[in-house]
């Protein structure tokens, strides 16, 4: 037997735990058909059934409000799952059951998982599982996700209930709202084909002025004047009786849970204490002391990464430089030899040594959103971003920018209002992502050796102001208007687990390791055929040298000469390549990248060396990236405005960088 | 007449530590507003308390034993009543 369950819950109540403790590694993750929110699905046997679940997004209730709501509310009255497990927070049932409610009004196949038990006994609160069973009139399993407790209970009931008929609720409202309802439902049911849904549902989401219901039951009564009239009269009374039916609604249903919660909830010590997490926000919430250890945090954060990452770097260069020489010693014919140790290994092998940096910058921001830091950071952070004409919750995409653009990008799905995540996307490629440090590396230690790690630092802050300023421009022209209103909950601290930390990390590292396997080594291929064709000519008669001089012009204003032409050419594939190129265009043959410091100094001033690292920051995103953008936009316009802006940004910047240098006198 | 007690202000108003019974929502709330505020336990009648008021940041506050934050803009919106 198959039974098809939905996954159901509000954000912060340990959803995601239950589901992978119930699918293990049979998950499958895709996006839900048209929008760009993440679907996850998977499968587990109990006895000779066969649980197949879909997990539903977070939410807090079944409007037409969100995205995230109307996936979620589909996917259960379209393909009609046989069990909707909804996962309640055992030590906030209150909130909780205000989904349920609307998942029971919704007439589905209910069973509630009663989460998090352990931190409402914690909490002091005696919950009577049979008291509370009988008054939702649905059956209710404790559990608690972490250690695994009540899973096996979990499928069981999941396995009894499935083919059961689903009986009336025998939860009922205040008797004018009854009223009403039953009224809208009578109407309702001369149509034969809204008989497939629950009467008392549309008659509720009707009444509550639910668009999307609206819409729907409208076209199939053919917009009928007498029964529109009649549903308005009955609308209109309730208005006059209760000010506004949404409010009474909302303030109905709460009603009802609180009679319910005080019949099968009790709590032992009624007054609150000061939990820890109150202590901890007291500190790093502050208005004055938020921000410097949010910098402080985040300075750790790039020591901590560039420190445990340095070993596995050298690691990794020394072992590309062996394989290197023993291509070069065994293979034949010479150009193959050639293709496979210079092309392919050195180029692979300078990407790669940033793959430990990579991981562990990954691993640090997993720590930072798991612990439930970063929910704060959105909070100490909302007033600036605010000024920029967006709020806090578009600062956790920018932060995760400086691992890679492509998460990044992808993160922003969080921020509800489109015009707020489209400016967040577009300014996205500015922070500067971790690809793009090989390049600052380099440059800064072959022109401004002692000052190398505040160059660097220049970069960043480079990109964060014009971070700014970008977004503040697009919010002036292209999307006038205010944030929207930004409401978040904000988790409980927890110290992260290793295993949930350790998935995080793996989850983004190995989009790069994907695209390192991809992208850059055919790029890679690419430039080591350009540069050998004709084979055996030097490098400037090749195809490669064409292609630079042939660019060449374009860069002189900037000092740069037809070889850094070709490696930004070439960079816009991943902008590792600029350096990986210029060891293939030098003709250098080991990956040690001091061997490239005599030619760079003979080629450009320090001054036009800070130019380009300037524009290897601005300048268009990676494929990888605007592909991201594309795929998040869904539009063409966008992600062609995106490179559009960053290449002029990019010219312009270097352009202003190399004539405010002369003119102080700094060459 | 004005009670003391009885003073209606929005949210954003009230200073940290705060118990508040929610009074209504601004005129110019449209559904999507008040539903998502319902839908997270902020409706007329609920008791909340003010965790965290900063002028002119961001708000946080408990609302059945969770934290939630409010944007300014949003706190604005919401009158209350502090209670205690």
Known sequence: MIVRVALVGNPNVGKSVIFNNLTGAHQYVGNWPGVTVEKKEGKCNFDDVEIHITDLPGIYSLTANSIDELIARNFIIEEKPDVVIDIVDGSNIERNLYLTLQLIELGANVVVALNMMDLAKEKSYEIDIKRLEELLGVPIVPTVAPKKEGMTELCEKVATVAKRKV???????????EDAISKVASILSSYPTLQKYNMRWLAIKILEDDGEVIRYVKEISEND????????????????????????????RYNVISQIVSKAVKRITAEEEVSITDMIDEVLTHKYLGIPIFLAIMWTVFQFTFTVAAPFSDAIDMFFAYTADLARSYLQPEWFASLIADGIISGLGFV?????????????????????????????????????????????????????????????????????????????????????????????????????????????????????????????????????????????????????????????????????????????????????VPYGAPVEETLIGQLGHLLAPIFAPLGWDWRIAVALFFG???????????????????????????????????????????????????????????????????TLIALAYELILAYVVALIIISIGSLVGIV | MIVREAIVMPVSMVPEGAVVEIVSFSQRSGRGFIQKLSSMGIYPGAVIRVLRNQFPGPLIVDVMGTRIMLGHGMANRIYVRIIR
């Open chain 1, 572 to 638: 816009f594939i991943a902008k590792e390549i600029v350096v990986g190129s210029l060891g293939v265009l030098y003709g250098i043959e080991n990956p040690d990248p001091t061997t490239l410091y005599g030619p760079l100094r003979a080629a450009m001033t320090p001054l036009s060396a800070y130019a380009l690292m300037a524009f290897t920051l601005i300048y268009v995103p990676c494929i990888a990236t605007l592909a991201t953008i594309k795929q998040e936009t869904g539009s063409i316009k966008w």
């Open chain 1, 167 to 177: 009986s009336a609720t025998k939860i009922r409202y205040n008797s004018k709202l």
């Open chain 1, 225 to 252: 004047p007498v029964v529109w009239d009649k549903i308005e009269d009955i609308k209109a009374e309730l208005n006059k009786e209760f000010g506004d039916v949404i409010v009474a609604m909302a303030d109905e």
């Open chain 1, 352 to 532: 790669l040594i940033f793959v430990p940096n990579i991981f562990m910058m990954f691993l640090a921001l997993s720590i930072l959103e798991d612990s439930g830091y970063l929910a704060r950071v959105a909070f100490i952070m909302d007033r600036i971003m605010h000024k920029l004409g967006l709020h806090g919750r578009s600062f956790i995409p920018m932060l995760l920018g400086f691992g890679c653009n492509v998460p990044a990008i992808m993160a922003t799905r969080t921020i509800e209002n489109e015009n707020d995540r489209l400016i967040t996307i577009l300014v996205n490629p500015l922070m500067s992502c971790s690809a793009r440090l090989p390049v600052y590396v380099l440059f800064a230690a072959v022109f401004f050796s002692g000052i190398a790690g505040t160059v660097i630092f220049s970069m960043y802050v480079l990109g964060i102001v014009l971070a700014i300023l970008m977004a503040l421009l697009f919010r002036k022209t292209l999307f006038p208007g205010k944030p929207s209103p930004f409401i978040m909950e904000m988790p409980p601290y927890l110290i992260p687990t290793a295993r949930s930390v350790l998935s995080h990390m793996w989850l983004r590292g190995s989009k790069f390791l994907k695209k390192a396997g991809t992208f850059i080594v055919g790029g890679l291929i690419l430039i080591w055929a350009m540069s050998n």
